[in-house]
Antibody
């Protein structure tokens, strides 16, 4: 069973780049049965999928955020990362990472990290 | 792109049965997964696929699906089930993931 933990700056200035890392334990991030995902939740609002990456580096992103996102993976460190550029106050959210699988038409994110609140403010 | 629609709020009397629904075109092609989120906590997977429960989830939680609607049923709701519940599936239009807006469950 994997465990995941988000880390990174809690405060980012408008127009700058938000950078977060997800550390994976309990198994190899190079496990071919899994993708690795970022999801966010603005305060008081619902969940929004940001994007997912495979150990090979193949990634796919939310259509609404695609122009501003880069997700990368470092198999040597068992970590994957999120960069979101040109942030605004609307990007203030709790950011979660999670392992993701899609098998026979069923997708699931499990387990989730505890989440990290990132605030965009000057 | 496809959307998943959930009722914003549902209530149930303690010990009674409640069904939380999720509607969307993608559910004709993909199963839903369901997540429980209590205030200040990360979401937890409670149901995935046709009707699969992770080992730590009580058997009062069950799932079903018909046409474009997926349902999460709690049989004999407990006070600790009060939470927000989110559905998720793959969007069949663009093969990206999508979440429903969430349903806040109140146990009376």
């Amino acid at each position: 069973q994997f465990q995941v933990q988000e880390s990174g700056p809690r405060l980012v200035k408008p127009s700058e780049t938000l950078s977060l890392t997800c550390s994976v334990s309990g198994g190899s991030i190079a496990n071919s049965s899994y993708y690795w995902a970022w999801i966010r939740q603005p305060p008081g609002k619902g969940l929004e999928w940001i994007g997912s990456i495979f150990y090979s580096g193949s990634a796919y992103y939310s259509a609404s955020l695609k122009s501003r996102i880069t997700i990368s993976i470092d198999t040597s460190k068992n970590q994957f990362s999120l960069k979101l550029n040109s942030v605004t106050a609307a990007d203030t959210a709790v950011y979660y990472c999670a392992p993701y699988t899609m098998v026979r038409g069923v997708s699931k994110f499990d387990p989730w990290g505890q989440g990290t609140l990132v605030t965009v403010s000057s | 792109s496809s959307e998943l629609t959930q009722d914003p709020a549902v209530s149930v009397a303690l010990g009674q049965t409640v069904r939380i629904t999720c509607q969307g075109d993608s559910l004709r092609n993909y199963y839903a997964s369901w997540y429980q989120q209590k205030p200040g906590q990360a979401p937890v997977l409670v149901i995935y696929g046709q009707n699969n429960r992770p080992s730590k989830i009580p058997d009062r939680f069950s799932g079903s699906s018909s046409g474009n609607t997926a349902s999460l049923t709690i049989t004999g709701a407990q006070a600790e089930d009060e939470a927000a519940y989110y559905c998720n599936s793959r969007d069949s239009y663009n093969n990206l993931e999508v979440f429903g807006g969430g349903t806040k469950l109140t146990v009376l």
